[in-house]
C-alpha cells in the first residue's frame, strides 16, 4: 500500500495562485507518473497535470500556462503550481500515483490520495 498526503488547498481570489504538494510513503520501489486530477460538483474526475520520472509533462488545455506540475523523487513528492486562478479551477483536488512496489513480485500500483479542496471566488 501507497500513502498520499496532499495538502496545500484552500481559498484564493480569482487571479491568485496556491502550490499542492502530495507526498508518498510506503514500500515503494518506484513512482513512474505522478498525477493531479480534479472534481468539481457534478462534473467528473479530470486529469489536471502529469508527470513521469524522467520529468516528461502534460497539461488539460484549460490549465497550460497557468499551472505546472513538478516533482522531488528523493523525496516521493509531486507539486502543482496554479497562478491565474479562475473560479472554474475550483474542485476537490486529487493526487495519483503509479508504480511498483517494493516486494518480492515488484507489484504494482496505482493510488490516490484523499483529495484537497481549492476554492477560486471573490
Known amino acids: 500500500q501507497v500513502q498520499l498526503v496532499e495538502s496545500g488547498g484552500g481559498l484564493v481570489h480569482p487571479g491568485g495562485s496556491l502550490r499542492l504538494s502530495c507526498a508518498a510513503s510506503?514500500?515503494?520501489?518506484?513512482?513512474?507518473?505522478m498525477n493531479w486530477y480534479r472534481q468539481a460538483p457534478g462534473n467528473e474526475r479530470e486529469l489536471v497535470a502529469g508527470?513521469?520520472?524522467?520529468?516528461?509533462?502534460n497539461y488539460a488545455d484549460s490549465v497550460k500556462g497557468r499551472f505546472t506540475i513538478s516533482r522531488d523523487n528523493a523525496k516521493n513528492t509531486v507539486y502543482l503550481q496554479m497562478n491565474s486562478l479562475k473560479p472554474e479551477d475550483t474542485a476537490v483536488y486529487y493526487c495519483?500515483?503509479?508504480?511498483?512496489?517494493?516486494?518480492?513480485?515488484?507489484?504494482?500500483?496505482?493510488?490516490w490520495g484523499q483529495g484537497t479542496q481549492v476554492t477560486v471566488s471573490s
Open positions: 495519483n500515483a503509479r508504480g511498483v512496489l517494493r516486494t518480492r513480485q515488484y507489484t504494482p500500483f496505482n493510488d
Open positions: 510506503g514500500s515503494i520501489f518506484s513512482i513512474n507518473a
Open positions: 508527470i513521469t520520472q524522467i520529468g516528461y509533462t
